[in-house]
């Protein structure tokens, strides 16, 4: 079936330090790729997506390029603010095992945290 | 603020009870899902409803059930309460076009305790 592993967090960064989180993912079809974050005591939002291979997402100065050769969608960011301080998922849509349906899966979430 | 409303925020209950959680989805989405977010379990689809309809089921246990409504508005409904159904439950909803690419939109989510 669908899998993502993302890398175990929790991440902690100075401002404007540079961030990676490791996403990699097993899939049985061509899904699409997405980052959703969640901030302290809100919903999931999506972040970037990428629907095909090389395809880069981008949004608020994250940016993801979906490797179909390493089956990888790292989130990556120059210089990451306090603001920046959330729970990242790393999800996958693809059809479910009954053919007829997308389904998202997610990764288990990396907690960020930025220091000042 | 994603459009999407959940209520209510918080619900503590005691084992073997029955809750009912609700959900409006974005104006215009069709399609409402369902979700369980533990700490051990992390994010788990549980039910999607298109347009009134049963769609798609996850790792929804057969204590739960959900409907959507004419007006799309949707409920979880969940019974005979165990310590471990103690989760944060989100409503996501998303203009379905069946490529997988569409969105989903969260709602704050509604915090169940068990006691």
């Known amino acids: 079936g669908n899998s993502v592993t993302q890398m175990e967090g929790p991440v902690t960064l100075s401002e404007e330090a540079f961030l990676t989180i490791n996403c990699t993912y097993t899939a049985t079809g061509y899904p699409s790729l997405f980052w959703y974050v969640q901030y302290p005591g809100e919903g999931l939002q999506l972040l970037l997506k990428?629907?095909?291979?090389?395809d880069k997402g981008s949004n608020k100065g994250f940016e993801a390029t979906y490797r179909k050769e390493t089956t990888s969608f790292h989130l990556e960011k120059g210089s990451v603010q306090v603001s920046d301080s959330a729970v990242y998922f790393c999800a996958l849509s693809d059809l479910d095992s009954g053919g007829s349906n997308y389904k998202l899966t997610f990764g288990k979430g990396t907690l960020l945290t930025v220091n000042p | 603020d994603s459009g999407v409303t959940q209520t209510p925020k918080h619900l503590i209950t005691a084992t073997g009870q029955r809750v009912t959680l609700r959900c409006s989805p974005r104006?215009?989405?069709?399609?409402v899902y369902w979700y369980q977010q533990s700490l051990d379990q992390g994010l788990q689809f549980l039910i999607q409803?298109?347009?009134?309809?049963?769609?798609a089921k996850g790792n929804i246990l057969e204590r739960f059930s959900a409907q959507q409504f004419p007006d799309l508005h949707s409920e979880l409904n969940l019974s005979s309460l165990e310590l471990g159904d103690s989760a944060l439950y989100f409503c996501?909803?998303?203009?379905?076009?069946?490529?997988?690419?569409?969105?989903?939109?969260f709602g704050p989510g509604t915090r169940l305790l068990v006691l």
């Open positions: 990428a629907t095909k291979a090389d």
């Open positions: 996501a909803s998303s203009a379905y076009t069946g490529t997988g690419m569409e969105t989903q939109y």
């Open positions: 409803y298109y347009n009134g309809e049963e769609r």
């Open positions: 104006s215009g989405d069709l399609s």
